[in-house]
């Protein structure tokens, strides 16, 4: 690629950006663990800038380090159950009962949670009630609490959907679904979908039911 072909540096708008590496580092568990990731640099202020195109490799790159973490978390998965919910820094770290600074060190790596705390935080990234009681138990609100309850919803219902697409079909194909799973579990779903059907129904659910107990309930439509 001749330099007039190349990005214009948006920080000096005087240099052009070319091809370049950089190295970040990681040490879970006391081992220096290296990742080389894509970017550009200014031929003329030095300054670096990563293109979209290169963001995907270096996630995938960056993901791959996992394989040496064992029971650790890294930062990203740290960073991202703090976003999930709109969590400061600040208020992550009270949740969690950690300093006020704890939560930036755990997402840059320079330190890494303790084995209890690395256990609470695995388990509210797995299930968003003990997320939910843990801000309960320190004061703290959660921004997006009722966002996620929402997604929650959402998936709940498509899952609801199939299952009552399932009970419409032949009885040939619902010999063949009710086979895909144990038979309480499958007479449990039939049993919620033809409630649903047979009392015409709107079917919701209510915020302890996608993010608590997980039950779907069945309400009528209003008379007016």
Not at 61 to 88: D, P, S, V
Not at 106 to 126: F, G, H, K, M, R
Request: include cysteine; aromatic fraction near 6%.
């Amino acid at each position: 690629m001749t330099k007039n072909n190349l990005p214009t540096c948006p920080a000096c708008k005087k240099g052009h950006l070319h091809q370049a590496e950089r190295i970040r580092e990681f040490s879970p568990n006391g081992k220096s663990i290296q990742v080389t990731l894509l970017t550009t640099r200014c031929d003329q202020c030095s300054a670096e800038k990563t293109l979209a195109s290169q963001q995907k490799e270096n996630l995938a790159r960056l993901a791959a380090r996992k394989a040496h973490y064992g029971k650790l978390l890294m930062g990203e998965e740290i960073l991202g159950i703090r976003k999930r919910y709109g969590l400061t820094q600040q208020n992550a770290s009270t949740i969690f009962g950690k300093g006020i600074i704890a939560f930036s060190r755990y997402e840059n790596e320079v330190t890494y949670p303790d084995d209890s705390t690395t256990l609470l935080l695995q388990l509210a990234i797995e299930n968003p009630t003990i997320m939910k009681s843990l801000a309960d138990k320190a004061g703290i609100e959660l921004p997006l609490w009722a966002a996620r309850c929402e997604d929650e919803q959402r998936v709940k219902v498509r899952s609801l959907t199939k299952v009552y697409d399932a009970a419409q079909a032949s009885p040939r194909h619902q010999e063949r679904y009710v086979q895909t799973g144990t038979a309480a579990h499958q007479v449990n779903n039939f049993a919620k979908v033809w409630f649903a059907h047979q009392v015409g129904t709107r079917q919701t659910m209510t915020l302890h039911d996608a993010c608590n107990d997980g039950h779907l309930t069945a309400q009528r439509a209003s008379a007016s």
